[in-house]
């Protein structure tokens, strides 16, 4: 259908289908010929290379010592920053309430498009793709018109930096859409959910017990990406003023570079273990399911 | 691949109809009730996501007093600000993208052609995750632990090469810094969008090139290039629509002076805005909206098309 492969923006690529459902041993590097192979890695060299460069002088800012010596210093001080400490504090309670009310709000409905009202799981899909369209800037602006209706009426709750959750829910709605949608269908989600009913149970059990399990791949792979999203987000939460970690990491890049490069550094590190570890362990029960229904056909 | 499960017409099962049966009256409240139960999901997108679009486009034709007014709008195309960041922006996301796709589709194509599920092709996949959505303020502070005044790079060049060059890092904080950022960030969305595709270029197409008597080049030019077009657009789209969103990159290198659309609204957001201009924001983020509705919907359009072939 519309959802092609082409259109997976997130890293859930993989879960996507289109590492998983590769047959094994396509080998076509084997066959490509020697030059082909040269070039190959000629633009992995040059591509990557560039790609590593700046990290890698990330790593070389942050060590720099007193007379061309190596120090870690910079990353002692991180622990001893008051502000870096609650900025993470703070990105990762907004990170867990983001994903709790993504996955609340979203695997149900998704469920429910599935196996009760087909005709509305276009409409679910095109709100849920919308953020994309519509830049996180664009959103603060008109956002902040609420949020400060709800710092003025909500008391402390209203006013507390965990309220950006409702928001990143939000963005984090286009990559969850299409890494939970990549697990609905590699499972038949209606004969389930109907086999479930018919053995007598309701549908918050149906689907907490009998349905998220087939999909844990999909839900994984979507709070790993809201996680990262959560604590990458800048945009808004600097310009509604609250004080996440990239906004702390700003504010640091103005006072003492050495630690801020430092604290980068260490939350891109941190990301990209989360995704590779993902990526290289994750998702298994949906990767065997597929394994078993391909076994017969190839 | 995978079942399309979520076709199958699930509502008349045999369940359904052993519950059901004989009173179309409580199949009616039945049919009602499926619908209700998206109403969560419907209310809160709607409060978080619809009514913010609702507020900028009402905001934009409106006065601070609530008067409806074009002037708002009119000063996108009149003011000679608006205008130039507007150009300035698409003429940054336009390049960028293009860099970004050139580069990103090589790496793609030298990633794709290894191991499905081979180390390398996964390290490249969750790099590029990470480097291309969790970016924004640090990777500008990547760039200036490169090329800033006392960057990697610069010091190299100025102290152990002696060469003039780049030893003026002032270059990094203007546009030209920008846009080196920027594609640094597309390259790896490129590489994440397009990878699916190139995945669907099969071997046995290239095979049949090749019994054909056709060469390598052959190949690319008659056949995976065409079958490839349409998803290399639409990535290029969405590399646009990218970059031409960004904010987060400018807002940590560019200090001084809103050259682009996304700092001109930050900018309109924290200062006391000049009476008479309190909406002149929102306008710019209905500006925004425009053009990144367009090139979404010129994306859908060539998606649709590159879905017949890529499966």
Known sequence: ??????????????????????????????????????????????????????????????????????????????????????????????????????????????????????????????????????????????????????????????????????????????????????????????????????????WPRTIVQVIVPNIRGGILSAAVLAIALVLGEYTISSLLAFNTLQVVIFVLGQQDPFISVAVSLAALVFAFVLLFVFTRFGGGPDRRFQAEVEEPAG | MTEPAGDVPAPGTAETAGLASGEAGSRRMRGAGNYLALLPFFLYVGLFLILPTLIIAIGAFTTAKGQPTLDNVSRLFTDSVYVDTFIKSIQLAVLTAIGGAIFGGLLAWAVVRGDPNGFLRQLVIAASGVLAQFGGVMLAFAFLATFGFNGLVTIFLRDIVHIGLLTDAAWLYSLTGLAVVYTYFQIPLMLIVFLPSLDGVRQEWYDASASLGGSSWSFWRHVGGPILAPSFLGALLLLFTNAFSAYATAAALISQGASIVTLQIAGALQSEVVPGQENVGKALALGMIVVVALVMLLYALIQRRASRWVQ
């Open chain 1, 1 to 202: 259908m519309t959802a092609s492969p082409g259109g997976s923006l997130s890293a859930a690529a993989p879960q996507g289908g289109a590492l998983v459902a590769r047959p094994k041993g396509a080998g076509r590097g084997r066959r490509g010929s020697r030059r082909q192979l040269t070039v190959r890695v000629a633009i992995l060299i040059v591509v990557l290379g560039y790609l590593v460069l700046p990290l890698f002088a990330m790593l070389e800012f942050s060590t720099r010592g007193p007379f061309g010596s190596r120090t870690l210093d910079s990353y002692a001080a991180i622990l001893n920053d008051q502000n870096v400490i609650d900025g993470v504090t703070t990105s990762l309670q907004i990170a867990v309430l983001t994903v709790i009310g993504m996955l609340v709000l979203l695997v149900p409905t998704m469920v429910w498009t599935v196996v009760r009202v087909p005709r509305m799981r276009r409409v679910v899909e095109f709100l849920c793709l919308l953020p994309l369209a519509i830049p996180a800037i664009v959103i603060v602006v008109g956002i902040a018109p609420i949020y400060r209706w709800m710092g003025q009426h909500l008391g402390a709750i209203g006013a507390s930096p965990l309220t950006l959750a409702f928001i990143n829910i939000i963005l984090v709605l286009p990559f969850a859409y299409r890494a939970i949608d990549a697990s609905l269908r590699s499972i038949d989600t209606a004969t389930l959910a109907d086999a479930a009913r018919s053995l007598g149970a309701g």
